[in-house]
């Protein structure tokens, strides 16, 4: 049985594109990791920053008030904020998420190069290779 011709087509145009996307989010994270590595991080400061950057109802409660709170945070809140922004018909508005995701994937790899080279690398090829 003969496939159509269309469909040959429309798989090399979405492979095409998907290959496009792949090399823009790896350039992002390549560039994003070596400007980290270069501007070389106090990671104390930075892992006491992150600590400090919690949200004042969740940084106050323990116990499974805590858990409590990033179940409604990360379970309704942020949910409802996404829901709503995806009714704002911008282009590429989408293209944001994949660059800041990939950013900050890129700031860990740097941190974690900084921190210690070999264990660094260890984590990039780890990472780089699960399927």
């Known amino acids: 049985m003969r496939m159509p011709a269309l469909i040959n087509t429309v798989d090399h145009v979405v492979l095409k594109r998907a290959i496009n996307f ?4 790896a350039v992002i994270t390549i560039f994003s990791a070596t400007i ?4 070389n991080p106090d990671i104390k400061r930075v892992m006491e920053g992150l600590g400090d950057s919690s949200l004042g109802k969740i940084k106050e409660s323990t116990g ?3 858990v409590w709170s990033y179940v409604v945070h990360n379970g309704f809140a942020v949910p409802l904020q996404m829901f709503i922004l995806a009714f704002i018909p911008i282009p590429f508005l989408y293209c944001i998420n994949i660059v800041t995701t990939n950013a900050l994937l890129g700031v860990v790899f740097g941190i974690a190069l900084q921190a210690d080279s070999e264990k660094g690398f260890e984590l990039i090829i780890s990472s780089s290779f699960c399927f």
């Open 36 to 39: 980290t590595y270069i501007m």
């Open 22 to 25: 792949f090399i823009f989010a």
């Open 64 to 66: 499974i008030d805590k």
